[in-house]
């Protein structure tokens, strides 16, 4: 790997660097804590080019939505990211290796919370998304598309019928039952898509990784500062935003249960989530967007039915699995959440009401 303290002399630091360690282990990136004499810590990342293929691009996503943030809020430096340019004035470094980084500034007393397992933590997970996308209401100029086709379910559907046609690992007559499940509801999805693509719901920003980690809480106040990890922010409905994080913070189980009866949706993580997100939303939201809502959970939910039944029926090609059949569990243990969702679709919109 490249020199690190190379790396970190690109940026136009305060102070003189004392130390560069490594911090935690992400999934998607290789993240440095900078320390300095006389100046501010920073925050390194080598940026995954892999999953991101135009990191320039990203990088003007992250500086053009922060910019925005900035002009807004009290305190500019603590409520969201700084990029820090390098010293000839990029947001990246590209190094000898091909790799890209970059650099913000740590933003000092702040925690975060690996897992939303309490309701109190949903309602807060709740209130970090829906505050960044009240920041970002007025934000209307496209940004980059640093992951093509990203929860774009047309995009998805191109990919489905030539998986099928392909049927590479020779799957197709096994899962039978789940394919006519993704048939079945194609239209549903479409019609939700169609109504993004006219401008009926319209394109804001998207976090499109809503995880509470990705969310930084003020230490002494434990109230929320702000969203980090923009590197997949992009122009699209910011309903996604919800509807992923339902998929994943009330669910009553993980998402590759085996145990299909443990599976479904928890109305009180759902309600608890929504009155986060709409204590900070509300006011920002138009009329399609509340009534269409409830919605995006179940179509963040039947994307990723079909995005790993899609990938069984290729043979395993893009999700890592742990045993042969782990992608089909992870589709029928994500269908059993969505058969929920859809039985609770009236009780959900309900709960939205309640807090619009
Ligand atoms: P993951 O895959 O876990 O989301 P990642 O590779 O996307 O990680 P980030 O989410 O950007 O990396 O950062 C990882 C962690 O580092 C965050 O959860 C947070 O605890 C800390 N962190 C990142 N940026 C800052 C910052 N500017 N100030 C303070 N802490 C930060
Ligand atoms: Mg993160």
């Not at 130390?19 to 390194?44: A, C, E, M, Q, W």
């Not at 496209?142 to 559907?157: D, M, S």
Request: charged share 25%.
């Amino acid at each position: 790997m490249t020199d690190i303290k190379t790396v970190a002399a690109q940026f136009a630091l305060e102070g003189r660097i004392a130390s560069i360690k490594p911090l935690g282990d992400g999934f998607i990136n290789d993240t440095f804590v900078i320390r300095t004499h006389g100046g501010p810590r920073y925050i390194l990342q080598r940026k995954n080019h892999h999953v991101f293929p135009d990191v320039p691009a990203m990088m003007d996503n992250i500086v053009a939505v922060t910019e925005h943030i900035k002009k807004k809020v009290a305190d500019p430096l603590r409520e969201t990211l700084t990029v820090i340019d390098t010293k000839d004035g990029k947001h990246y470094y590209k190094d000898a290796e091909g790799c890209f980084w970059a650099v913000c500034l740590f933003i000092e007393d702040t925690v975060t919370h690996d897992v939303a397992d309490t309701l109190e933590l949903a309602r807060q997970g709740g209130i970090g998304i829906g505050h960044f996308q009240a920041l970002l209401a007025d934000f209307t100029r496209p940004l980059a598309e640093v992951i093509k086709g990203f929860h774009n379910i047309r995009w998805r559907f191109i990919q489905w019928d030539e998986s099928l046609q392909k049927d590479a690992a020779g799957r197709k007559a096994e899962v039978a039952e789940e394919i006519a499940f993704i048939e079945g509801q194609r239209e549903r999805m479409l019609d939700f898509w169609s109504r993004v693509e006219s401008g009926e719901i319209p394109m804001r920003v998207t976090h499109n990784d809503t995880k509470l980690s990705n969310i930084l809480f003020d230490k002494k106040s434990g109230k929320v500062l702000c969203a980090i990890d923009l590197d997949t922010v992009m122009s699209s409905t910011s309903l996604n935003d919800v509807g992923d994080a339902i998929r994943s913070y009330a669910n009553a189980t993980v998402e590759d249960d085996p145990d299909y009866a443990k599976v479904g949706i928890r109305l009180d993580m759902f309600e608890a989530y929504m009155e986060g997100y709409l204590s900070e939303r509300a006011a920002s939201l138009s009329d399609s967007e509340k009534q269409w809502l409830a919605f995006a959970p179940l179509y963040i939910t039947y994307e990723q039915v079909l995005r790993f039944l899609m990938d069984y029926i290729d043979g395993d090609t893009y999700y890592k699995i742990k045993y042969p059949a782990h992608n089909l569990v992870r589709t029928r243990s994500q269908m059993a959440l969505f058969r929920s969702m859809d039985a609770n679709y009236a009780k959900m919109q309900e709960i939205v009401k309640k807090y619009l």
